[in-house]
């Protein structure tokens, strides 16, 4: 019996190279996406791209992981299974902000889940297949496509462009540094923030029109300026 062939769908020849794809598509963008998608394959995209997690992750949160009552304006993720070709990489805990377009289909989803049971009971094959149809009309159940041959499809959209999207949104909407995105999605190794938030200098520019930082200086320093330093200073902090 012969192997079947896989092709791999990495990011760095596909996502980046082949389609052309990269930084934050925009929130427009997913809210068109959710606004045509319904049942099943809403709900794993919603669940891949609120999350951020890997195919294989997804299926594995369970509704008593996932606190929606956290606090006014997050939610949060307790002991997110994290990993990677069926190797277990430990665990994460992580925020997402109620305010993202994404939150209240997460909300319906995880409020119609019993405690204890999954929140997206998909397989593997499951998940790829329906996100492959996104965009994709041609790629149905009424075209004869079979399930598992999204491993010989190339569409706009797989897990790993949703989930490179999440890292990016994270990096344009919140400002995450790498080490920052490490810590949310799990990631072990330093590669990790370029691989999947690799950014479109347009994605940059845009950053730098909108930038978010606060103004603050120690009571300290103030001390040890003279008087039209202090005033400066004191100035520039009312302006912002």
């Known amino acids: 019996m012969s192997k079947r062939e896989y092709h791999k ?18 929130w427009d963008k997913i809210k068109e996406i959710l606004s045509t998608l319904e049942g099943e394959l809403l709900w794993v995209f919603v669940g891949l791209f609120s999350t951020g997690c890997r195919a294989s992750e997804l299926r594995q949160i369970r509704c008593d992981q996932i606190d929606l009552d956290f606090s006014k304006d997050q939610v949060q993720l307790s002991n997110i299974y994290v990993s990677k070709w069926r190797k277990e990489l430990g665990s994460r805990t992580f925020y997402l902000n109620k305010s993202e377009p994404t939150y209240p289909y997460l909300e319906a989803i995880v409020s119609h889940t ?14 790829y297949y329906r996100v492959a ?18 491993t010989h ?17 994270l990096i344009v909407d919140y400002r995450l540094s790498s080490f920052a995105l490490k810590r949310w999605f799990g990631w072990k190794t330093d590669n990790m923030p370029t691989f999947y938030g690799d950014m479109l200098p347009l994605d940059i520019a845009d950053m730098m029109l909108e930038p ?26 009312e302006e912002k």
């Open 9 to 26: 769908r990495t990011i760095s020849k596909t996502f980046k190279t082949e389609k052309g794809f990269g930084g934050f598509v925009g």
């Open 114 to 127: 019993p405690d204890g049971y999954p929140v997206f009971p998909f397989s593997y094959n499951q998940i």
């Open 133 to 150: 149809q996104i965009e994709a009309p041609q790629f149905n159940k009424e075209s004869g496509a079979r399930r598992t041959d999204w």
């Open 153 to 169: 499809y190339k569409g706009s959209w797989w897990p790993h462009r949703i989930r490179a999207e999440k890292a990016c949104q």
């Open 212 to 237: 978010q930082y606060s103004f603050k200086v120690k009571p300290e320093r103030l001390l040890r300026m003279n008087d039209d330093q202090r005033a400066f200073i004191i100035d520039l902090i």
